[in-house]
């Protein structure tokens, strides 16, 4: 298998429950992949509707699409 740079851009997410009291959220995005690497997004505070306008980067061995791995974005507080 070889090594393939993937790219993935995180723009926004739109009326995510709140988590806090407050009513709003202390929203970050953590991405899996499949070399087990934490990559997460920075803290967008007191929000339901976070703006990231990220773009990530990070390998995953495959060598073709079809046998890639899937890339799961989750979000926390």
């Known amino acids: 298998?070889?090594?393939?740079?993937?790219?993935?851009?995180l723009f926004q997410c739109k009326d995510l429950p709140a988590?806090?009291?407050?009513?709003?959220?202390?929203i970050f995005l953590k991405v899996w992949n499949s070399d087990a690497n934490e990559i997460k997004t920075?803290?967008?505070?007191e929000?339901?509707?976070?703006i990231f306008m990220k773009a990530l980067e990070f390998f995953i061995d495959f060598d073709d699409l079809d046998d890639a791995p899937p890339i799961i974005i989750e979000a926390y507080d």
């Open 47 to 50: 929000n339901t509707s976070p």
């Open 1 to 9: 298998m070889n090594a393939q740079k993937v790219r993935i851009f």
């Open 19 to 26: 988590a806090d009291e407050t009513g709003t959220s202390d």
């Open 42 to 45: 920075h803290v967008v505070e």
